[in-house]
């Protein structure tokens, strides 16, 4: 038996490119995500931060050898980026308190850090293994999914095309 060719694609590309000639899609908005960062009691919320600065999340843990190995190329991108309006915070995943202060003590992080042991947070991104690194821009979509080791690398890149767009104004 034979099948007939789907009329969908061709409708929805037409739906879409109707009265502009040219297909928008939006970007999936980030999910909103709360925490407590490591021994200040400082609390994190992303819905705070939209509109004002571009939120790099960064998903690693103290065991994850590439995550050590990036940290402070990441605490230099941190520093670098943070008066520009980037805000980074590394959520440890699958770890314990002590561990976590014993790799931010050793690697000599100077971005936030907070706890999310159960991928709470981490499946909520579609997080799939250590690192893991969303930057979310400051309409509050993601703009950027970098699974595995050299985010880091990628990141500046994708920072300046971040930041170089102006959030929509309402008229």
């Known amino acids: 038996m034979l099948r007939r060719p789907s009329l ?12 502009s000639g040219v297909a928008v899609l939006a970007a999936p908005a980030a999910p909103a995500f709360r925490v407590k960062l490591l021994d200040s009691g400082t609390v994190v919320d992303s819905r705070d931060l939209i509109g004002k600065k571009v939120i790099v ?40 308190a002590a561990d976590v202060r014993r790799f931010v003590r ?20 579609g997080a799939k293994g250590t690192p893991y ?7 509050g ?9 050299s985010a880091v690398t990628k990141l500046p890149k994708i920072l300046e095309a971040a930041l170089a767009v102006l959030p ?4």
């Not at 402070?72 to 915070?89: F, I, N």
């Not at 690697?107 to 991104?125: E, H, M, Q, S, W």
């Not at 979509?141 to 080791?149: D, H, M, N, T, V």
Request: charge should be positive.
């Open 8 to 19: 969908l694609p061709p409708l929805l590309a037409l739906l879409l490119t109707a009265g």
């Open 57 to 96: 999340v960064r998903f690693q843990a103290s065991w994850c050898k590439p995550c050590v190995r990036e940290s402070a190329a990441l605490a230099k991108l941190a520093d670098r980026y943070r008066d520009r309006g980037v805000e980074v915070v590394a959520l440890q995943v699958q770890d314990t």
């Open 106 to 125: 050793t690697n000599k992080v100077t971005y936030p850090v907070a706890f999310d042991p159960k991928l709470a947070i981490g499946n909520r991104f």
């Open 133 to 139: 690194t969303v930057v979310i821009d400051k309409k």
């Open 141 to 149: 979509e993601i703009a950027a999914r970098l699974p595995g080791q």
């Open 168 to 171: 929509s104004r309402k008229l």
